[in-house]
C-alpha cells in the first residue's frame, strides 16, 4: 500500500494563479483532510471530509475550496493564490470519524506563491 | 475556539539528557494525540490518551494526560540523536471530533 500520496512536492505559483494539489489514499479511509504548516504555528486545518460527497470546513478554510468524489480522492484547490498562503500542505486521512483513530500523513506539498 | 498550546517551542539537550515537553487546552479534551516529525518529513502517530490520569509509555517515551485531560506530557528519558524532530500534540474540537487542532509543537534538538 502506498499509504497517502500527495503531489507535487513542489510548487510556485505567481500571484491570482490557481492550482489544484492532489491527495489519494489506498486504505479505503472515511476521513480526509488539508492542513497547511507554518513556522511556529503548528499544523492548522483547512477542510476536512468524513466520506464522499460530504465536506466540511476546517480552522482556515477561506481561499480554498475542496470536494470528494470518490473515496480515494481529495484535491484542494486554490483559486487565486496569495502570497500569505506560501506554506507546507499536508493531507491525512484516517480509517473512521471520530478523533479515535490516528492520522496517517502523506509527504507534503511546499507551496510559495510570489 | 479551543486552543491548544504546547510549551516549550524549542528545546536544545545534549545527548543523554531528558526531555519534556507540554500541552495545554483550554477546554477539556475527549483524548489526546501525540505526533514526531523529522526534519523535513511528516508528522507520524505516535500514541493517544484517552483515561484520566492515563500514562503509557514507549521505550524511553513517557506520555501522560491529565487528571481534568486539559492537559499532558511527553518525556523522553537519555535522549539519542535519533529522537531529533518536532512534537506535536493534537485534540478534537469539543463540539466537532472530526476536527483535530494542533499545537503549535515543541522542536527538540541533540547534541551528540
Same mark, same amino acid.
Given at each position: 500500500?502506498?499509504?497517502?500520496?500527495?503531489?507535487?512536492?513542489?510548487?510556485?505559483?505567481?500571484?491570482?494563479?490557481?492550482?489544484?494539489?492532489?491527495?489519494?489514499?489506498?486504505?479505503?479511509?472515511?476521513?480526509? @483532510?488539508? #492542513?497547511?504548516?507554518?513556522?511556529?504555528? /503548528?499544523?492548522?486545518?483547512?477542510?476536512?471530509?468524513?466520506?464522499?460527497?460530504? +465536506?466540511?470546513?476546517?480552522?482556515?478554510?477561506?481561499?480554498?475550496?475542496?470536494?470528494?468524489?470518490?473515496?480515494?480522492?481529495?484535491?484542494?484547490?486554490?483559486?487565486?493564490?496569495?502570497?500569505?498562503?506560501? @506554506?507546507? #500542505?499536508?493531507?491525512?486521512?484516517?480509517? /473512521?470519524?471520530?478523533?479515535?483513530?490516528?492520522?496517517?500523513?502523506?509527504?507534503? +506539498?511546499?507551496?510559495?506563491?510570489? | 475556539?479551543?486552543?491548544?498550546?504546547?510549551?516549550?517551542?524549542?528545546?536544545?539537550?545534549?545527548?543523554?539528557?531528558?526531555?519534556?515537553?507540554?500541552?495545554?487546552?483550554?477546554?477539556?479534551?475527549?483524548?489526546?494525540?501525540?505526533?514526531?516529525?523529522?526534519?523535513?518529513?511528516?508528522?507520524?502517530?505516535?500514541?493517544?490518551?484517552?483515561?484520566?490520569?492515563?500514562?503509557?509509555?514507549?521505550?524511553?517515551?513517557?506520555?501522560?494526560?491529565?487528571?481534568?485531560?486539559?492537559?499532558?506530557?511527553?518525556?523522553?528519558?537519555?535522549?539519542?540523536?535519533?529522537?531529533?524532530?518536532?512534537?506535536?500534540?493534537?485534540?478534537?474540537?469539543?463540539?466537532?471530533?472530526?476536527?483535530?487542532?494542533?499545537?503549535?509543537?515543541?522542536?527538540?534538538?541533540?547534541?551528540?
Amino acid at each position: 500500500n502506498a499509504g497517502v500520496t500527495q503531489t507535487p512536492k513542489f510548487q510556485v505559483l505567481k500571484t491570482g494563479q490557481s492550482m489544484t494539489l492532489q491527495c489519494a489514499q489506498d486504505m479505503n479511509h472515511e476521513y480526509m @483532510s488539508w #492542513y497547511r504548516q507554518d513556522p511556529g504555528m /503548528g499544523l492548522r486545518l483547512i477542510h476536512y471530509s468524513v466520506g464522499a460527497g460530504i +465536506t466540511d470546513q476546517g480552522e482556515v478554510p477561506n481561499g480554498y475550496n475542496v470536494s470528494r468524489s470518490t473515496t480515494e480522492d481529495f484535491p484542494l484547490r486554490l483559486l487565486s493564490a496569495a502570497p500569505s498562503q506560501t @506554506s507546507v #500542505y499536508f493531507c491525512a486521512s484516517r480509517i /473512521g470519524q471520530g478523533a479515535g483513530s490516528p492520522l496517517h500523513f502523506g509527504n507534503g +506539498t511546499r507551496l510559495t506563491v510570489t | 475556539g479551543q486552543q491548544v498550546m504546547q510549551i516549550p517551542q524549542y528545546q536544545h539537550v545534549q545527548e543523554g539528557e531528558d526531555f519534556t515537553t507540554y500541552c495545554n487546552s483550554s477546554t477539556t479534551l475527549s483524548n489526546i494525540q501525540w505526533y514526531k516529525q523529522r526534519p523535513g518529513g511528516h508528522p507520524v502517530f505516535l500514541i493517544q490518551l484517552v483515561k484520566s490520569g492515563e500514562v503509557k509509555k514507549q521505550k524511553r517515551l513517557t506520555f501522560q494526560f491529565g487528571e481534568a485531560k486539559k492537559n499532558s506530557s511527553l518525556h523522553i528519558t537519555a535522549t539519542q540523536t535519533t529522537d531529533v524532530g518536532t512534537y506535536f500534540c493534537a485534540g478534537p474540537m469539543p463540539a466537532n471530533n472530526n476536527d483535530m487542532r494542533f499545537g503549535a509543537g515543541t522542536r527538540l534538538t541533540v547534541k551528540p
